[in-house]
């Protein structure tokens, strides 16, 4: 089995029909679950029964902090203030591979300043309707 690694794979913002990326990721976190609906009926002889509901499909992450750099923190900081829906792209850019293309909202932004450390934030994005998952 081929290994892969993570640093591969990058955040990207679609800005205008361009893929910038967010710049200075150390790590990311594609997650996927489903809303487990109870179904459970006196037929179930004591034991719960449960069926998938709605999906849910969420993106963290964690970077550093670069305030000078356009796609960075304060893009992300007025993406949520705005409550804007954004475009993004996760990808390690490797023809034959597979990336995932979605829309999301910025749920989340946290900035750490430690000291005499560097400044890190760490993102996650709420994922409306379904992404895709295509080969490059």
Same mark, same amino acid.
């Given at each position: 089995?081929? %290994? %892969?690694?993570?640093? !591969?794979?990058?955040?990207?913002?679609?800005?205008? #029909?361009?893929?910038?990326?967010? /710049?200075?990721?150390?790590?990311?976190?594609?997650?996927? $679950? $489903?809303?487990?609906?109870?179904? /459970?009926?006196?037929?179930?002889? #004591?034991?719960? !029964?449960?069926?998938?509901? +709605?999906?849910?499909?969420?993106? $963290? =992450? !964690?970077? %550093?902090?670069?305030?000078?750099?356009?796609?960075?923190?304060?893009?992300?900081?007025?993406?949520?203030?705005?409550? /804007?829906?954004? %475009?993004?792209?996760? &990808?390690?850019?490797? &023809? =034959?591979?597979?990336?995932? /293309?979605?829309?999301?909202?910025?749920?989340? +932004? $946290?900035?750490?300043?430690?000291?005499? !450390?560097?400044?890190?934030?760490? +993102?996650?994005?709420?994922? &409306?309707?379904?992404? &895709?998952?295509?080969?490059?």
């Amino acid at each position: 089995m081929a %290994q %892969q690694k993570g640093t !591969e794979y990058l955040l990207k913002v679609n800005v205008s #029909g361009t893929y910038q990326t967010i /710049t200075h990721s150390t790590s990311h976190d594609w997650g996927a $679950s $489903s809303n487990m609906l109870d179904i /459970t009926t006196k037929d179930s002889a #004591g034991d719960k !029964e449960v069926m998938p509901g +709605l999906r849910e499909k969420t993106l $963290s =992450g !964690e970077f %550093q902090c670069d305030r000078d750099d356009t796609y960075n923190y304060d893009y992300l900081y007025a993406a949520h203030a705005a409550g /804007t829906k954004l %475009q993004f792209k996760l &990808t390690d850019g490797v &023809t =034959g591979h597979k990336e995932w /293309t979605f829309y999301a909202y910025v749920s989340s +932004l $946290s900035a750490a300043m430690p000291n005499e !450390e560097v400044v890190t934030f760490s +993102l996650e994005l709420g994922v &409306t309707g379904a992404p &895709t998952y295509t080969t490059i």
